[in-house]
Each structure stands twice: as C-alpha cells, then as structure tokens.
C-alpha cells in the first residue's frame, strides 16, 4: 500500500486502477465531476505524465466514495 514517500505516485496509480476496476463510461463521470472529458480519457490511457493533483483527488474520492484526510 501507499507510503508517504510514494503518496503521490501512489494517489495516481490507486486512482488509475479504480478508474479501470469500476467501469463507470467517461461520460457519466465528467457529467458527476465536472472533470473534463478529455482529461479524463488521457489520464485513463496514462497520456499525462504528471496530472493534476487537485483533479486526480477529485477522481478518487468520486471513485473511491471517501474523502482524502487533509
């Protein structure tokens, strides 16, 4: 699991697995996030090489249902 040494790597790679694990259509999670289509469709094909924090935060705990401690 995540240390905080690789937390960011680790929000991004838990984010990208939940994406691939919960199979909810782009679409839906743009309408529920406000996150942009195409943002979502490259970070879902690891086009970005380092995306937003505050927008793979979002995804997450959409896709999670939690919140991230702050």
Same mark, same amino acid.
């Given at each position: 699991?995540?240390?905080?040494?690789?937390?960011?790597?680790? /929000?991004?790679?838990?984010?990208?697995?939940? /994406?691939? $694990?919960?199979?909810?259509? @782009?679409?839906?999670? *743009?309408?529920?996030?406000? /996150?942009?289509? *195409?943002?979502?469709?490259?970070?879902?094909?690891? $086009?970005?090489? $380092?995306?937003?924090?505050?927008?793979?935060?979002? @995804? *997450? $705990? *959409? @896709?999670?249902?939690?919140? /991230?401690?702050?």
């Amino acid at each position: 699991m995540a240390t905080k040494k690789d937390g960011m790597e680790s /929000l991004h790679r838990r984010t990208l697995e939940l /994406l691939k $694990e919960k199979g909810i259509p @782009l679409h839906v999670i *743009y309408k529920e996030t406000d /996150l942009p289509f *195409y943002w979502l469709k490259k970070f879902r094909s690891q $086009e970005i090489k $380092e995306p937003s924090v505050n927008r793979v935060q979002r @995804l *997450y $705990e *959409y @896709l999670s249902g939690r919140k /991230l401690a702050v």
